[in-house]
């Protein structure tokens, strides 16, 4: 999606230089014609929905009816914790950005799994679609590298004294990401009707509909029922932990693409929301993919590993991620563009731990 996508957030015009983006796409529809796979409904996506739904259903019957010791409860609370992360990769994503399936309402299907965990596909369209998809790292107007205050991810966000210890103490914060979806930021969002500087409209008939019921499902899967079968303090340790292993991972795999020292961080020039670089090139120096070669991480962080080759496609499967990630290096490499790739996931997240470190000390 691109800057001109809504009338009801901040105007922000790319560069017109389009011969870059002209042969990503022409060498990426040639893949598919060559290999006639189809961009969208591959099998292997319906098979591995079906794994990770289990796999969330499991852990939660066996924490909800069959735990009966602590370190069982926290062994299932866990394993549900990494399934409600898996699902957002790898279901959730895909049917947000319309690249699970050509039927859109098997997309929209999707997507509401996230109200299922508690969150928003309504909000969640605006924030991560429009906003962060279309603005990648933009200081200023990505929301997404903007937690106030509280740290500094780029170098034009203010410095404060205590920045000299986010690398410290942002490790846990991260894991507060679902916390907020569920007792605050969505509601503030939709009372507010904005997500920090950026107006959305407030949903309406079907999408309110799907708002109150995800909540209303959400708090009784991971509430009301285990309440009537546990003792309430036991109930929110274990959604503690769930939430927190959730939120931790989700968070950890965003910052390892966007926010490490590989990754540009450009501003508005002042008085002008023109970005001096074009849309496909921005998305490129904004973005960094790490672990290519790593199957199992691949399979489960639902190809985010491949972050450049999400932003410059989103809408196609993330399934044809690793095939598209050697096109799209050697059409960078014929334009002279800078692709950045970590060899590991553990060197992506040094990455963002130095440049924490970075930023907080300046
Ligand atoms: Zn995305």
């Not at 870059?20 to 290999?35: A, P």
Request: proline letters at 4%.
């Amino acid at each position: 999606m691109n800057a001109s996508a809504s009338s009801h957030t901040t105007k922000v015009k790319y560069s017109k230089d389009l011969a870059f983006h002209r042969e990503l796409k022409r060498r990426v529809e040639e893949y598919f014609q060559q290999t006639e796979l189809p961009q969208r409904d591959p099998p292997q996506m319906f098979r591995k929905t079906a794994v990770i739904l289990s796999w969330f259903a499991i852990s939660w019957v066996l924490l909800v009816f069959v735990a009966s010791n602590w370190w069982q409860a926290g062994v299932l609370s866990v394993s549900l914790g990494l399934a409600m992360a898996g699902i957002g990769f790898s279901i959730q994503h895909d049917g947000g950005h319309g690249a699970y399936s050509k039927q859109q309402f098997v997309n929209q299907l999707m997507a509401m799994s996230l109200d299922l965990l508690g969150g928003s596909s309504y909000i969640w369209k605006w924030q991560h679609n429009v906003i962060h998809h279309s603005y990648t790292n933009l200081v200023g107007v990505d929301h997404d590298i903007d937690l106030g205050i509280l740290c500094r991810f780029a170098p034009q966000q203010r410095h404060l004294w205590f920045h000299r210890f986010q690398h410290i103490y942002l490790w846990p914060i991260y894991g507060l990401l679902a916390f907020n979806w569920h007792f605050y930021s969505d509601f503030q969002i939709l009372i507010q009707g904005r997500i920090g500087e950026h107006r959305f409209p407030r949903p309406q008939g079907r999408d309110l509909v799907v708002f109150v019921l995800g909540k209303v499902m959400f708090f009784s899967w991971a509430f009301l029922i285990p309440a009537l079968f546990h003792p309430l303090w036991q109930v929110v340790v274990c959604y503690v932990l769930t939430a927190f292993i959730a939120s931790f991972v989700l968070s950890i795999v965003f910052q390892a693409a966007h926010c490490v020292q590989e990754a540009d961080f450009p501003s508005l020039p002042a008085n002008s929301n023109h970005v001096n670089n074009s849309w496909a090139m921005h998305q490129v120096a904004t973005t960094v993919n790490f672990a290519r070669d790593n199957r199992l991480l691949t399979w489960y962080v639902g190809g985010l590993n491949f972050q450049v080759e999400h932003h410059l496609f989103p809408d196609v499967c993330h399934i044809h991620y690793p095939a598209l990630a050697p096109i799209v290096e050697s059409v960078c490499s014929q334009f002279g563009v800078k692709y950045a790739s970590h060899p590991t996931f553990l060197a992506a997240i040094n990455s963002h731990a130095r440049w924490l470190r970075l930023l907080g000390c300046a």
